[in-house]
Nanobody, 127 residues
């Protein structure tokens, strides 16, 4: 069982920054790729970013490329999502998730690739 706890959400003006954190409960977390997704009411959860177990490989949805950066500190069992130049359309509940089954490539952009999910942290960007 992997427990994931997100933090760092909040209210920010457009152009501002936030850093989300996702803390995992198990040391084996360091062998898992991790993903970030976001969801707004009435819409499906959408892929934002993913990071390989080593941190060497990252992937981002087009709308956040150049603004968001995912990183991880395996010694702290924590993955981060640095969000800069935030836009109102970035508003939503952000979830981190653990890929414990070893999916790769474009599969990590899909929710089915992730076995465990955090409870989410809300991000609101005002215009």
């Amino acid at each position: 069982q992997v427990q994931l706890v997100e933090s760092g959400g909040g209210l920010v003006q457009a152009g501002g920054s936030l850093r989300l954190s996702c803390a995992a409960s198990v040391r084996t977390y360091s062998s898992y790729a991790m993903g970030w997704f976001r969801q707004v009411p009435g819409k499906e959860r959408e892929f934002v970013a993913s990071i390989s177990w080593s941190g060497d490989d990252t992937d981002y949805t087009d709308s956040v490329k150049g603004r968001f950066t995912s990183s991880r500190d395996n010694a702290k069992n924590t993955v981060y999502l640095q969000m800069n130049n935030l836009k109102p359309e970035d508003t939503g509940v952000y979830f981190c998730a653990a890929d414990t089954r070893g999916y790769s490539g474009s599969s990590r952009r899909q929710t089915f690739a992730y076995s465990y999910w955090g409870q989410g942290t809300r991000v609101t960007v005002s215009s």
